[in-house]
């Protein structure tokens, strides 16, 4: 995941510097930004990954791993996540199409929208 994440980093900043006005993340500087987006980034995907590949993300994710999140606290920066997420995880899925297997009733509670 780190590797990966870095690789479209650079991107994602970039994206995040334009829309980070009045949020939270306005007074960070640069170092501080990427270190917090990117551990969200890598954690979020990891996570959206381990459902896809029908693994428990719960047994290895707390919600501290996701509190970055609340410093997107304006709408302009509330979408920069979701598209760096969005795009990265697109790409991985092409690559090594990856197909959501279908829930058992035993793991459906994970990634279906109401955990994490």
Do not use: W
């Amino acid at each position: 995941m780190e590797n990966a994440a870095a690789d479209n980093m650079t991107d994602y900043l970039d994206d995040l510097q334009n829309c980070r006005d009045n949020s939270l993340l306005e007074e960070l500087d640069e170092l501080n930004l990427s270190v917090l987006y990117r551990r969200l980034l890598e954690n979020s995907t990891a996570y959206m990954l381990m459902c896809r590949c029908g693994l428990e993300p719960d047994e290895y994710f707390d919600p501290e791993d996701f509190s970055e999140v609340f410093n997107f606290n304006t709408p302009e920066s509330a979408e920069c996540p979701g598209r760096g997420h969005t795009g990265y995880c697109r790409k991985r899925f092409e690559r090594h199409r990856i197909d959501r297997p279908k829930p058992s009733k035993a793991n459906s509670h994970n990634c279906a929208g109401t955990g994490k």
